[in-house]
């Protein structure tokens, strides 16, 4: 079976969850845009959740912000962050709906965790290494990853709900944020 098959399932499946939403999507809907048998989605996905899962993974890659490490990896999310927001807001309201589905459903939930303990690890990672440029303790790290990402999905919301939002400013705000944490953050011991 062809990879072409299996991106054109997934590309079908990205554009009806967005318009449709997840409860209202059936096989059949997403067979029907892909112009495929449902039988080739059941080929390459045994279940809808399945099949949503790899969507959310989809739907991950696009929104990761992380290429650049250290302070300078830091600046280069944030921006990157902020054409996402112009220029992805199916794949954000997609990912957020994602997230409400995980909430009771089991098998979509783990895959959301997953992506949210990722995203956190990485942020972590890029805290510690802007830590450790700066010569600061890197114990906060774990502490700024997890309000860094509580502020992304926050910026995302807002973004998607409220047509006067303006998320350049709010991202702006928590890039000096975030690194004022780092700058304000207690010297590492010498020794």
Do not use: W
Request: aromatic share 6%; charged share 20%; with cysteine.
């Amino acid at each position: 079976m062809s990879t072409d098959n299996r991106e054109k399932i997934l590309q079908a499946a990205f554009t009806v969850l967005s318009r449709m939403g997840y409860q209202n999507t059936s096989i059949k809907d997403i067979a029907e845009e892909a112009g495929v048998a449902q039988g080739l989605i059941h080929y390459y996905f045994k279940s809808k959740q399945q099949l949503v899962l790899a969507v959310l993974g989809e739907v991950c890659r696009v929104m990761k912000l992380y290429a650049v490490q250290g302070e300078a990896g830091a600046r280069n999310a944030y921006d990157t962050f902020k054409t996402l927001l112009k220029d992805n807001r199916d794949t954000h309201a997609l990912y957020l709906q994602l997230i409400a589905v995980g909430l009771h459903d089991k098998e979509v939930g783990a895959g959301v965790l997953n992506f949210l303990s990722e995203d956190r690890a990485h942020i972590e990672e890029l805290a510690r290494q802007v830590l450790a440029e700066r010569e600061v303790d890197p114990a906060p790290a774990r502490g700024i990853a997890g309000v860094i990402e509580a502020a992304v999905l926050g910026i995302m919301i807002q973004n998607l709900v409220d047509p006067t939002f303006n998320a350049d400013e709010a991202v702006d705000a928590l890039t000096a944020m975030s690194l004022s944490a780092v700058f304000n953050s207690v010297p590492a011991a010498q020794g």
